[in-house]
């Protein structure tokens, strides 16, 4: 089966992709990982403007219709610019808003970029992403396994809960990521109930599996940015008087790299098309799984100038390490595929 582009979401991901090379997300990669998230909200605003984050919401609230395709189409742009920020964060808070209450106070914000939202879901793991930068905080409790299984049953005490910015949180509650521009912070108590009930467990267990699918397509998008970037870069090293891409042996690597990444392409858009949690938690494991081995080879046939921070690439490299464990591990993910996700725990959150 062959999924191809159609012409308007081939020119959306060709905008996308002229107005990221213009902004210079390298640059904003590092002062959103130094704690300075001006220039990140700034392009996060023009992204909003393209109509990013709409697509998660109906468009009752402003949105443009709940629309996974699309937004795959722009989570892979968004990972092959290693845009930084709770990305899939906001997309899951948007569609966990689903009570009418809650929907119209916060979802036209989250659609125009106004506000950035993190959250926390049961077995998501520990942490939360990006607390210090974002506007308001989710937190889902109490929903027993329900999240975790997709199956939307959970207990009548499961509640969300938000809490708005109030400052950046204490520093002995942010953890560094691996990947230097995610900052983990532990869940905040309390907050604001916005709902309580079974259909906070469904909503919960929804929101996982957009979190994933969008993750799926930034890794995608962070394994072909390191294939170009290796690509080009064997092509101008020399080494005996020819270029290092000339030898064999990197062919086949970068070769094994490509053909990864294009069987993920097709997983990742159909699991979009079906939104199927199985399919989602297959596309999430082989998407991570190639952009993890593209990461190793970039490395390798960069050698030690691939892990230097002042190097761009080292951007990419951490990206592709934090999306692999991040809404789900491989481990978690291929347990889903074969309907034992229960058992396994659920997701996890943890780099």
Do not use: N
Not at 211 to 225: D, K
Not at 273 to 299: G, N
Not at 323 to 348: F, H, I, K, M, Q
């Amino acid at each position: 089966m062959r999924f191809l582009l159609d012409a308007e979401q081939t020119a959306f991901a060709r905008s996308l992709d002229a107005l990221l090379t213009a902004a210079d997300t390298p640059a904003v990669v590092r002062s959103w990982g130094a704690g300075d998230p001006a220039a990140g909200r700034a392009l996060w605003s023009r992204l909003a403007d393209a109509g990013v984050f709409a697509l998660a919401v109906p468009e009752a609230y402003e949105g443009l219709g709940r629309r996974p395709v699309e937004l795959a189409v722009a989570f892979v742009e968004l990972g092959r610019h290693a845009v930084p920020g709770p990305l899939a964060e906001t997309v899951a808070a948007a569609v966990l808003l689903t009570g009418p209450g809650p929907a119209k106070r916060f979802l036209p914000g989250l659609a125009a970029g106004r506000t950035i939202a993190t959250v926390a879901l049961p077995g998501g793991g520990p942490y939360v992403l990006d607390t210090d930068a974002s506007d308001m905080e989710l937190t889902v409790t109490g929903t027993g396994s329900a999240a975790e299984t997709g199956t939307g049953t959970g207990s009548a005490g499961a509640e969300l809960r938000v809490t708005q910015a109030s400052g950046s949180p204490p520093a002995s509650r942010v953890r560094r990521s691996l990947d230097a521009a995610r900052r983990l912070s532990l869940p905040r108590a309390g907050g604001e109930l916005l709902d309580a009930g079974p259909q906070v467990a469904a909503g919960a267990a929804e929101a996982l599996r957009w979190a994933r699918l969008t993750t799926a397509a930034q890794a995608l998008g962070v394994g072909l940015a390191l294939l170009d970037r290796t690509v080009a870069y064997v092509k101008r090293r020399s080494q005996f008087g020819v270029p290092v891409g000339s030898f064999q042996a990197v062919r086949h690597r970068l070769a094994d790299a490509k053909i990864a990444l294009e069987f993920a392409r097709p997983l990742l858009f159909g699991a979009a098309l079906s939104m199927d949690p199985a399919d989602i938690a297959a596309a999430k494991v082989t998407a991570c799984e190639a952009a993890y081995a593209t990461a190793r080879t970039a490395l390798q046939l960069h050698g030690a100038i691939g892990y230097t921070a002042e190097y761009d690439l080292s951007l990419w490299l951490t990206r592709a390490r934090a999306l692999r464990s991040a809404w789900g591990g491989p481990g978690e993910c291929r347990a889903a595929v074969l309907g034992t996700d229960a058992l396994s725990g659920g997701a996890r959150r943890c780099s």
